[in-house]
């Protein structure tokens, strides 16, 4: 109940700052920005004058209807910079929440790894890259870093908005930690990585700020050709004012079409409702991303996940699980598959890894072998060593081994044992089969091999299948030998894998597929994948990840979850679906407006255009204003579908395109009619006309 309170009262502080942003968004500087709603500014301005003019005498004009005029198209321009500030306005919540997580603290500054226990406190602000400095539990860490000594347990929430904490350690790929995260538990050792004002929650900051986004190339292109329209549209509009005076004037009548009429037609004409909208469709793009906890470096790798056909996924932890477990217990040499799941238990008790677990649980499982009493039975665990690649137990005389084949084939040669033939097959057949064969063996006998296997994750076939009919081919990567890879491949059902990956395999494989003309898509997480990264249209670097890989990558995922890429290219397509969406409406609508408006202002010197007057509206002055406020309350009805976004349909282009036609195209044009029509009737009901 308090969280809907609060989201209520955020959303309702949001707005009321959209709305004032609405009024400071009427410099002339900012609306120049826009060059199509500069139309619509200056046409507010001219409409002004003409009304102040009309109070005078000094322009022969309606006062009301010029009044009326210009309202509404003050009005427009209002929501357009309403719809703009309301998409900043998430941005810019999310930005002061940010705001709220950099705090100037005391950082423990140090000389080296060595005197960890001698520091200096200085501010925060103060630290320079590659200064050392220790953070223990409690303590906040003060400056975006790699971890170089040491291991703890980190608070991201303030970053991520995640509540379970994540292990940061030095080595390997989740050394890195930012400024603004709290540790929770040991100490670390952090070697600075950012200059002061340049660290990883500034530039967050940044770009979540609706305010600081440049635009797109396809944004700027839109923009253009809306610019196009519009000129087309002013030379149309002077056109048919020269035209109506000469005709006037031959026929001897006073010319029926003003400076204001003519003005409300060419706001009506140009396509003010998408110019409205593009700005807050990019921006609103942006913050879907930025609420998935994934930060963008630029706007244009948004649209490039639109464009993506190629999608390089790593295979642990995108595709699969990320660790092994036991699948099957496969018995050898008459014996039962009881007994060797018995002595794969006992071997693996003492086993911490994931693995070992694993084979714990699928004994319970199959045959319900539970905790058992083994206080009594002198019991000496064997723990793994990377020499003999075994571990085990002796206990009660007993002595049970588990490991690899040939280093168990050699364990059971040197004591006298037999390694059998059956044996050996079973292992080769777990290996054919993508999967890891664990062999066990008691008192020098083999039992069996236990089947380890790369669990792909639920779900992951019908993504795959889901982008297969948009286009997208799907690639893992992965550094097992190509067997296994091509096993787990047509189980995870990916058009194609990258075995025993490297960096350099890496690399070239993408500048093939981008000589080839296909947009590419990665994700990565160390220093290996830097060089890939740094080559891929859409590279998401893991936030666990190394400076390097965070550096090399155009967007960066908060949550360091790799299957977060097929999300980013929903969020890209879903902002290149609402932006054509729109634009197809904003165009069909003017076939609507021409039926309403030109008939209508011309009847008096044709009376045929009466035929084409299929809306049957009370006036000229009734149709040019019913169409200019259709035109102002249309920009607020699409502001909620140019903030949500158009739904994302998994279907390929072309089905994509007919649909977008039929239902935005043709409700382009069949909307206005009714509506233009609607409000007509209320103007006449009214008296207002």
């Known amino acids: 109940m308090k969280n809907e309170q609060k989201n209520k009262l955020a959303n309702r502080a949001m707005v009321t700052r959209a709305i004032k942003d609405s009024f400071l968004k009427l410099n002339p500087k900012t609306q120049s920005e826009n060059p ?114 040491g291991a703890a347990s980190v608070d991201e929430s303030a970053i ?19 400024g603004g995260t709290t540790v929770l538990s040991d100490w670390i050792i952090v070697e600075v990585t950012s200059e002061p004002g340049h660290s990883f929650l500034d530039q967050m900051i940044a770009m979540v700020e609706g305010a600081a986004r440049k635009k797109t190339p396809n944004e700027i292109a839109l923009q253009i050709f809306l610019i196009a329209l519009t000129i087309i549209f002013i030379l149309v509009t002077v056109s048919l004012y020269t035209y109506s005076s000469f005709s006037a004037t031959q026929a001897g009548v006073e010319n029926p079409t003003s400076v204001t009429t003519l003005v409300a037609l060419l706001v009506c004409l140009a396509p003010t409702t998408i110019g409205a909208l ?94 058992r009493s083994l206080e009594d039975k002198n019991i000496e665990f064997i723990p793994f060593s990377a020499k003999t690649r075994m571990s085990g137990v002796n206990f009660d005389g007993h002595e049970i081994r588990k490991g690899a084949a040939d280093s168990i084939k050699d364990y059971i040669l040197l004591h006298g044992g037999t390694y059998s033939h059956e044996c050996d097959q079973a292992v080769k057949r777990v290996a054919n089969q993508g999967g890891t064969p664990l062999v066990v063996a008691k008192d020098h006998q083999i039992l069996g091999v236990i089947h380890l296997k790369d669990i792909i994750k639920s779900g992951v076939q019908e993504k795959f299948a889901d982008l297969r009919k948009m286009g997208i081919k799907t690639i893992m990567i992965t550094g097992d030998n190509p067997l296994t890879a091509a096993a787990i491949a047509a189980e995870a059902g990916v058009d194609d894998f990258l075995a025993e990956a490297t960096p350099e395999g890496k690399l070239e494989m993408i500048r093939d597929f981008q000589s080839k ?56 397509k879903q902002l290149l679906m609402t932006r054509g969406s729109l634009t197809t409406f904003s165009i069909a609508n003017d076939v609507a407006k021409y039926f309403a408006i030109i008939p209508a202002l011309f009847v008096g010197l044709y009376p045929g255009l009466q035929a084409l007057n ?76």
């Open 160 to 178: 991520t908005g995640e509540s379970a904490p994540v292990i940061r350690e030095s080595g390997g790929d989740r050394s890195a930690v930012t």
């Open 517 to 572: 003309g296909h947009l590419v898509a990665m994700t990565g997480d160390g220093t290996n994948d830097a060089p890939a990264l740094a080559q891929a249209d859409v590279a998401v670097a893991m936030n666990s990840g190394t400076q390097a890989a965070k550096e090399a990558g155009n967007m960066v995922d908060l949550d360091s979850s790799p299957t977060k890429l097929i999300d980013i290219v929903r969020i890209g």
């Open 278 to 371: 593009l700005s807050a469709i990019g921006i609103a793009g942006m913050s879907r991303l930025n609420q998935a906890n994934v930060l963008a470096m630029s706007g244009r790798a948004i649209e490039a996940a639109g464009d993506v056909d190629i999608l390089m996924l790593d295979k642990t932890g995108t595709i699969t699980l990320g660790n092994r477990q036991a699948y099957e217990f496969i018995p050898v040499d008459g014996h039962s598959e009881h007994e060797l799941a018995d002595g794969a238990q006992l071997s693996s008790l003492a086993d911490e890894t994931p693995e070992g677990r694993s084979i714990v649980v699928l004994a319970k499982e199959k045959f319900n072998i539970r905790a």
């Open 614 to 689: 299929i809306m049957s509206l009370h006036s000229p002055q009734s149709a040019v204003l019913s169409a200019i406020i259709y035109n102002a309350l249309i920009i607020v009805a699409l502001i909620p579908l140019a903030l949500k976004g158009v739904k994302y349909r998994e279907v390929s282009a072309g089905k994509l395109l007919s649909r977008n036609l039929l239902i935005y195209g043709l409700g382009g044009i069949i909307a206005p009619f009714i509506c233009i029509k609607v409000i007509d009737m209320l103007l006449v009901f009214c008296h207002l006309v």
């Open 36 to 149: 199509v709603m500069l139309l619509v500014y200056i046409s507010a301005i001219l409409t002004t004058m003409l009304w102040g003019f009309s109070l005078v005498n000094i322009q022969d004009a309606m006062s009301g209807f010029t009044l009326a005029i210009a309202i509404v198209l003050w009005l427009t321009v209002l929501f357009a910079n309403f719809a703009e500030a309301i998409a900043e306005g998430r941005g810019k919540a999310q930005a002061d929440s940010l705001r709220a997580a950099r705090k100037d603290v005391e950082a423990h500054k140090i000389d080296s790894v060595q005197e960890k226990d001698e520091f200096v406190v200085v501010p925060s602000t103060a630290l320079v890259k590659g200064d050392l400095i220790i953070v223990k539990a409690g303590e906040q860490i003060p400056a975006d870093g790699d971890v170089v000594d």
